[in-house]
């Protein structure tokens, strides 16, 4: 028996070893077969464009600025509620009304100003988008707060973000308890910290490591400039020539488009999860000597479509469960209702951040999210171990290029219909 187990064990290892060299070698290949049918398409500069069309016009980076006069109405708001000067009803009119101009004024902007590219606009919108959860969160803590204090409560509950001060006095941190958390210095400090979900006292290191800050940087920059490499090089080529399949609904040669795109875009889309949520995170938090460094857990063994939702985006989870789940839970809403809603905001917030920079809807984002519904549901219910973590797998690898290529086709038919003679490279 143990010599059997030991032969799986050895046979096991050199199939690995052999599809690993296997894998390197087919790339290389695609990489080899893409030099010498297109040649050299990376361009730096070309990058400048797709984010200015006027150098000395920045329209997303004004628009960008133009957001610190919401986070100053919501701590002006926070200090005349904690003064008693208004009601809770007034401050709560105040914060939806300052919420929903926070979504649909770089909406308009961006629809109405042509200036303004897509990336731009993306850029723009995802910016508020973040701050829009921010401020949603720092609104709740600090009722919860003010509530405890009507309460004249001695302690302050850490899972409701309001910590008591610490019994030794050996702590290196400066805790401090509502309302003295109304601070333009804190409020900032939680805009640029790496989280959605606001605390009066965050978990602080000790001191800035410059070796640590210095690696993340280095993996920013290079990673940035291999994904607009790769994307130029690689992915731009594959969708121009899907235009013609898709225009002619040729749906053998759409499949070839398609299987043929999924390796490039599922490739970028791992090296954009490790640029931003662990070093452009990473490095953030350190900068800020930001404790929590918790940005995502190991969605790579998701056995569940609800597991990979839950743990590839832990700070969008957090926000969720804290501020949007249970409170639905609490007034009565069911489990499945429940997530139901949240997905529907992930799908919303999804199509948000791509048919509004694109000025058009087609709902493609949208309806791919709530396609996660039932697809979760499946795959919990008939599928274990490795075949759901094979579904899993699957569902992004295919999922995410088929909503590239109807985004970039309506976009290439809605806005260069005239001029697209894109040839189709066989």
């Keep these: 028996m143990r010599a059997l187990r030991r032969l799986y064990f050895v046979l096991c290892c050199k199939f690995s070893f052999s599809f690993h060299i296997l894998v390197v070698l087919s790339n290389a290949r695609l990489f080899l077969e893409n030099l010498l049918r297109y040649g050299i398409l990376v361009d730096p500069i070309q990058v400048v464009s797709l984010f200015l069309k006027d150098p000395y016009s ?89 509530e405890r204090t009507q309460a004249k409560a001695r302690s302050l509950s850490r899972s409701l973000s309001c910590p008591s001060p610490p019994s030794t006095s050996s702590s290196m941190q400066s805790y401090v308890s509502y309302p003295g958390n109304l601070s333009l210095r804190d409020i900032y400090y939680f805009v640029f910290a790496p989280t959605l979900c606001y605390e009066l006292n965050f978990p602080r290191s000790e001191s800035i490591r410059m070796g640590f800050l210095l690696r993340r940087l280095f993996e920013m920059l290079l990673l940035t400039q291999l994904l607009v490499g790769l994307t130029q090089q690689w992915m731009v080529p594959i969708i121009r020539s899907s235009m013609k399949p898709l225009q002619e609904m040729d749906y053998t040669r759409m499949t070839e488009r398609l299987l043929r795109l999924a390796v490039p875009n599922h490739l970028l889309w791992l090296i954009f999860f490790y640029s931003f949520f662990h070093s452009s995170m990473n490095f953030m938090a350190e900068l800020l000597r930001f404790g929590d460094r918790e940005f995502y857990r190991d969605w790579w063994n998701s056995e569940t479509i609800t597991y990979f939702w839950q743990n590839w985006n832990i700070p969008v989870h ?109």
């Design 58 to 146: 920045w329209p997303a980076a004004c628009l960008v600025i133009v957001c610190n006069a919401f986070i100053l109405v919501a701590l002006y708001t926070e200090r005349k509620l904690a003064m008693g000067s208004i009601s809770e009803k007034v401050g709560l009119l105040i914060y939806i009304f300052n919420l929903t101009i926070i979504l649909c004024f770089p909406m308009v902007v961006v629809l109405k100003l042509p200036s303004i590219t897509p990336v731009g606009g993306a850029f723009a919108l995802g910016i508020y988008t973040i701050l829009f959860l921010k401020l949603y969160s720092y609104k709740d803590v600090n009722k919860w707060c003010r």
């Design 318 to 426: 957090k926000w969720c469960l804290r501020h949007f789940y249970k409170p639905l839970l609490r007034r009565g809403a069911g489990k499945l209702l429940s997530q139901s809603a949240v997905f529907f905001a992930s799908a919303f917030f999804h199509e948000y951040l791509v048919s509004v920079p694109l000025r058009m809807f087609r709902l493609w984002a949208f309806m791919g999210m709530m396609a996660q519904i039932p697809l979760a549901w499946l795959v919990s219910r008939f599928l274990r171990g490795n075949y759901g973590n094979a579904a899993v797998w699957l569902s992004l690898i295919i999922g995410q290029p088929i909503a590239v290529l109807m985004y970039v086709h309506d976009y290439y038919v809605t806005n260069h219909q005239d001029d697209l003679t894109i040839n189709e490279d066989l």
